[in-house]
């Protein structure tokens, strides 16, 4: 069984936790409390085929806090990462500009290909601009951009690209 590293990474509240809980179908988290450092979330994808064989993967998906103090534990969060996806709250300007520095330390300087990165714009609900263009400079603008609303009801949750 294939085994990937994820690491879920950007600014303070910009929706990383809700994503990691989503994908790995933990409980949701009512207030908003920041993660501290790094949380390690674990699961299996029997479904998912490597080479015509049904192997499925094991990912560990890191939702790394976003606080710059937790810098110095940084290079521990990269060695053998996979990919990286960075949150960042489409709502909140300044989001857009640490995107670019999310981008130069963990995909650039971990000589990461752009297709191990995946940039999420996330819009909080009722924020009503769940596909606001994002105006995004190089090399963001490269980069496969999704754009996620996810609603506290798992049924009605979606995403678009």
């Not at 994808?45 to 939702?63: A, H, I, M, Q, R």
């Amino acid at each position: 069984m294939l085994k990937a590293k994820i690491l879920f990474m950007g600014p303070c509240e910009s929706g990383k936790t809700v994503w990691a809980n989503f994908l790995t179908k933990s409980s949701d988290i009512a207030k908003y409390n920041p993660t501290q450092e790094v949380r390690i979330l674990e699961f299996e994808n029997p479904y998912v085929t490597s080479n015509n064989k049904g192997t499925g993967y094991d990912s560990e998906l890191w939702d790394c806090g976003g606080d710059p103090k937790f810098e110095s534990c940084w290079p521990a969060l990269m060695k053998n990462s996979y990919g990286v996806v960075i949150v960042f709250n489409a709502d909140i300007p300044s989001h857009l500009k640490e995107t670019e520095m999310w981008y130069s330390c963990f995909v650039q300087q971990q000589f990461l290909q752009d297709t191990q990165c995946l940039l999420t714009a996330h819009h909080k609900q009722g924020s009503g601009s769940d596909k606001a263009n994002a105006a995004l400079a190089p090399p963001l603008n490269k980069l496969k951009l999704v754009h996620s609303n996810l609603k506290d009801d798992r049924k009605r949750s979606g995403w678009s690209s």
